[in-house]
Each structure stands twice: as structure tokens, then as C-alpha cells.
């Protein structure tokens, strides 16, 4: 596994009582430094010209000028400091990174992991959010669609953060070419995901939404991926499948309900990497949320030894039945079996 990583990430600076901090990527870094011996890929960041792909560019020169005027209070809960639009344009340009080197079929496919920060999965097209500026994960597959040379047409993005990712959903909506698909915490913030929200236009059909009752956990989660998931993917045929990969649904994580435990992370990690070696398309993570500086550095390094050879621990554990019936419905809505 190759790790994409830009020390200017380090200096988008929200305070230290913030949930989002520099210390997330140096826990992560210490982790992998202390068991792996990683390395890292230090790409160029993104230019406006790729945010633009997803985001209005009125909203990308008010943003930019908020940071460079200072910073402060974007919204309640989303904190910028001089320094945090260079390291959105960072934090974007690693997820580009890891989507090209993901489809790069001259050198032989890789699998990279983008560990960079702001995360993206709530910001919108025209505003910032839930700590998020730059959706990097849309960027990396609208601008890899856009470019002729990268042999990507379809692009399939999983979220398995424990929150909705309304703003991939938002930008993808009625757009037929990218499926967004999501396992989140039912209720909790921004409060969107319902499984009635399936896309419209020419994007119907390709939002695919698992809104999971507080306490899911391993054998939830796999059953999803394994009966609603794995059959949507399969049919969309993805050439580049993208990751969200928060860790915020780990069952020590200290803002959310949910139960998944560090082993269920490295399972969910070898589903999804069947899944992508099942329809050829090239798999990357790209780092979102996760809050608790131990789990969140356990969950990244556990994706790390899985592609290391590291053989998850089989999981027999019955889904409870509330779960089954959700999938049914998910099933029925989105007209499959």
C-alpha cells in the first residue's frame, strides 16, 4: 500500500478543542511509522481549475479569501486559519494522487491511501461544512472522468464514515457516471441519507444510502456490504472505486454510537478489495473522519497490514434482524434482489 501525505496539511489550524486537528495525521503517522516503516508520496496539490469540476467558483474565491483575510468561523462547526485553503488544495490534490495511481495500469495497479486533511465528504458544491472545504473524493473522480487519457468513464465512491456524506451526494445527485454509496449512523450529523434519496435525472438510481441503526456493528456492517453493496457495485462496473474511509464508526470513537471494532475494519477492507479485484476497477482510500487518535490510527494501519498479507479473523456473527429488514427495503427501493 503506497501513502499519499502533505506536511502543509499539518497547518490548517482549527483550535485545540476542535474534533478535526493536526494531531489526527501525526497519530496516524506515528502508527504506521512504529509497525510499518511507511513512506510517503508528497503529490502536487490540486489547482482551482479541479475544484471547480465540483465546486461553483464563486464560492471558491469567497473561500479562498476567507482564509487569506484570516480565517475564523466559517460556521459553527467548520474552523479555517490562514493556512487551511493551501491545505484543502493539499488535502484534494492526495486524493488525485491516489485515484490516478489506482487506475494506473503501465505500472501495475496499486493500492494508495490519501492521509490528508481537511476531509471532504460534507462540503457541497457551493459551501464549506461539518469541517469539510474541498469534497476530495469528488474531485478525484470527476477530474479523472473529465481527462481523456485516464481510461476512466464510471467511478464508484463507498462512504463508510460514520456520517452521511451529504455533500458527494449533493455534487453527484443527478450525474449518472459516478455511484455514491454510504453506511452512516441513522439520525446523526447532517441528518441526510435516507434510503428514498436514490438520485435523480440522469444520476437515478446511482445514490445508494444505508442508514444504520445506533450499535451496528461487524456483522451489520459486512452484511450490508455483502448483500445491498457488492450487488449495486457489480452491476454500476466501476472503472475507479473510491474509499471514504472514516474511522468514526469504530466503537471507541468518541463521537459516534456505532460498534465497528478495529478487526472489522480490516474485514470491511478485504470486501472492498474483493470487490474492486471482482470488477477491475482500481481502488483507492481517501482519508475523511475519525476522532479518537488511537482508534483512528489502529483503523489506517489495519487497512495497511490487510493489503500487507495480513489475513482478517473470520467473523460468524448474525446481523440483528432490524438490519435484515432495512436491507430488504433497500433492495426494494432500488428494484433489485
Request: proline share 4%; aromatic share 8%; with cysteine.
Amino acid at each position: 500500500m503506497q501513502f499519499g501525505y502533505s506536511e502543509i496539511c499539518l497547518a490548517h489550524d482549527t483550535g485545540n478543542r476542535h474534533p478535526e486537528t493536526a494531531d489526527r495525521i501525526r497519530a496516524i503517522r506515528r502508527a504506521l511509522a512504529k509497525r510499518h516503516g511507511a513512506s510517503y508520496i508528497d503529490p502536487k496539490p490540486a489547482t482551482d481549475a479541479d475544484i471547480a469540476t465540483v465546486h461553483d467558483s464563486e464560492y471558491i474565491r469567497e473561500i479562498r479569501d476567507f482564509c487569506e483575510s484570516g480565517g475564523g468561523n466559517w460556521d459553527p462547526d467548520t474552523v479555517a486559519s490562514t493556512n487551511t485553503w493551501e491545505a484543502a488544495l493539499a488535502s484534494a490534490g492526495l486524493a488525485q494522487w491516489a485515484a490516478r495511481v489506482a487506475v494506473n495500469g503501465a505500472s501495475g495497479r496499486q493500492t494508495p491511501f490519501s492521509v490528508g486533511r481537511p476531509p471532504g465528504h460534507h462540503a457541497v458544491g457551493d459551501d464549506a461544512m461539518g469541517f469539510c472545504f474541498i469534497n476530495n473524493a469528488a474531485v478525484a473522480a470527476q477530474t479523472l472522468i473529465d481527462d481523456p487519457d485516464s481510461g476512466v468513464d464510471t467511478a464508484a465512491i463507498f462512504d463508510w464514515d460514520v456520517h452521511h456524506g451529504n455533500g458527494t451526494q449533493d455534487i453527484f445527485y443527478d450525474n449518472g457516471d459516478v455511484l455514491y454509496a454510504s453506511t452512516h449512523e441513522d439520525g446523526l450529523y447532517p441528518g441526510t441519507g435516507a434510503i428514498e434519496e436514490t438520485g435523480a435525472g440522469d444520476g437515478k438510481g446511482t445514490t445508494l444510502n444505508i442508514p444504520l441503526s445506533v450499535g451496528a456493528g461487524d456483522a451489520e456492517y459486512l452484511h450490508v456490504i455483502n448483500t445491498i453493496i457488492r450487488p449495486v457495485i457489480e452491476s454500476f462496473d466501476p472503472d475507479l472505486f473510491i474509499i471514504s474511509a472514516g474511522f468514526d464508526a469504530h466503537r471507541h470513537d468518541p463521537i459516534s454510537r456505532m460498534r465497528i471494532s478495529t478487526e472489522g475494519y480490516a474485514l470491511l477492507t478485504d470486501r472492498v478489495r474483493s470487490l474492486a479485484s471482482d470488477v477491475d476497477a482500481g481502488l483507492a482510500f481517501v482519508l475523511e473522519g475519525g476522532y479518537g487518535l488511537d482508534t483512528l490510527a489502529d483503523g489506517v494501519s489495519i487497512v495497511h497490514e490487510t493489503f500487507d498479507g495480513r489475513k482478517p479473523l473470520d467473523h460468524d456473527g448474525e446481523p440483528d434482524k432490524e438490519i435484515k429488514t432495512l436491507a430488504d427495503d433497500i433492495r426494494t427501493t432500488h428494484g433489485f434482489e
